[in-house]
């Protein structure tokens, strides 16, 4: 486990009847049940999905992404996807998986009718989405990528229809941090206390800058979400941690949101934006997968030994349906796994994962837990209590239901 002591913990745990009284020298048996670190994948399919791709899906991740871009939730002016987005929320809930949603503000996939309004109403239509989606799915969904993108936001180009983009518009008339500014401020008005991020491909400097500007101005982020689409290959374990080490100067948890590793040919060096690579079929290959497994493993070793890092968002888990068509998902289209899922899978449930462990209380009630932090459930009597443990030394007390 060299290396990995950040991620570790070593927890007194004083096993209590209902009514607080200790347990003393009863036999209790301890099991992990999820991480504290999130291992995360898009799961805009899974609800959805056979029971097969259901259990692939839980049985390697903790965190699920849901999708609520602007101008797939709500279309039509006035009509909401709220009822699905619920039911699917509630049925990762229902199975202990944390919930994000992608993403509050974005120039791209946003309500087509905006655009064509004057500017005030669609700044105010913005805000009134923004405070609605929070406060609608507060308690389901209580993490959210508040805004993504918005280092390309102001002088966003690349509008099909030819009508001007009202986000865009909007950001270059308030400014970057004026915009970001308007998303966490209205996610905030509800009173639900959110977890907010902000979300980018950028990796450069201008992205650090504006992470400079908005803590100088006030904008209170709660974490900065990292992208890496990594179609044209592996950035390298030496560029992650580069990476990682040059955002964590600011003091804030990093979530690597958007990861992908295709297990197919590479995409071209040559192209500058990924969404330029069209072609008819990109079919995963034998070589591919075994080089999208070794990336896999290498990528997320590299960040899990990283301290600032808190999450690892794969983008999507399946090939079916992936973005751009790239055979980028760790299952293919026909629902097998590929070795890349077997490899990540040997990491999370696995290396990382703390052996179920059956022992005897002492005569104060106590039994040391020794593992990953995370949540774990203690069982005793017939009866099972859920405790989480958190990294280090420390102590805590888990009261038995009655």
């Not at 291992?39 to 999905?49: H, K």
């Not at 990594?230 to 950035?235: E, S, Y």
């Not at 995370?374 to 280090?392: D, F, I, P």
Request: proline share 6%; aromatic share 8%; charged share 25%.
């Amino acid at each position: 486990m060299t290396g990995l002591e950040h991620r570790r913990t070593r927890t007194a745990v004083t096993l209590t009847d209902h009514d607080g009284s200790p347990l003393a020298h009863e036999d209790v048996t301890v099991r992990q049940v999820r991480h504290a670190f999130e291992f995360g994948c898009a799961a805009f399919e899974v609800a959805d999905a056979d029971a097969a791709y259901q259990d692939l899906w839980l049985g390697l991740f903790d965190t699920a992404t849901l999708p609520v871009y602007w101008g797939r939730y709500e279309p039509e002016r006035g009509r909401t996807a709220l009822a699905d987005l619920t039911a699917a929320a509630q049925w990762f809930a229902d199975r202990g998986v944390r919930l994000k949603g992608h993403p509050l503000v974005w120039h791209t996939v946003k309500a087509p009718w905006l655009d064509p309004l004057p500017l005030e109403e669609a700044e105010r239509l913005l805000r009134e989405r923004v405070r609605r989606e929070v406060r609608d799915l507060s308690g389901l969904i209580d993490t959210w990528d508040a805004i993504n993108e918005v280092v390309i936001m102001p002088r966003f180009t690349n509008e099909p229809d030819g009508v001007p983009n009202a986000i865009t518009r909007l950001a270059a008339r308030l400014g970057r941090v004026e915009m970001v500014r308007l998303a966490v401020d209205e996610a905030r008005s509800q009173g639900t206390s959110p977890r907010l991020l902000i979300n980018d491909f950028d990796l450069g400097p201008e992205y650090e800058r504006l992470i400079e500007d908005l803590l100088e101005a006030g904008v209170r982020i709660d974490a900065i979400g990292l992208q890496s689409h990594m179609h044209q290959g592996f950035r390298g374990v030496e560029q992650l941690l580069e990476v990682s080490d040059r955002f964590a100067r600011f003091g804030l948890p990093l979530h690597w949101t958007e990861t992908t590793l295709v297990s197919g040919d590479l995409m071209p060096p040559e192209i500058d934006d990924l969404n330029d690579f069209q072609v008819s079929a990109w079919p995963s290959t034998p070589e591919g997968e075994e080089r999208q497994a070794d990336d896999v493993a290498a990528h997320y070793t590299a960040l899990v030994s990283h301290p600032a890092v808190e999450s690892i968002t794969y983008w999507g888990m399946g090939d079916a349906g992936a973005w751009l068509g790239a055979p980028a998902g760790l299952v293919r289209a026909d629902g097998s796994p590929k070795p890349a899922y077997d490899a990540l899978r040997d990491l999370v449930r696995g290396a990382w994962w703390t052996p179920a462990t059956s022992s005897r209380t002492d005569a104060q009630g106590r039994v040391v837990v020794e593992g990953f932090a995370g949540t774990y459930e203690a069982s005793c009597r017939g009866r099972t209590v859920e405790v989480g443990l958190a990294v280090g030394e420390g102590a805590v007390e888990a009261r038995l239901p009655r």
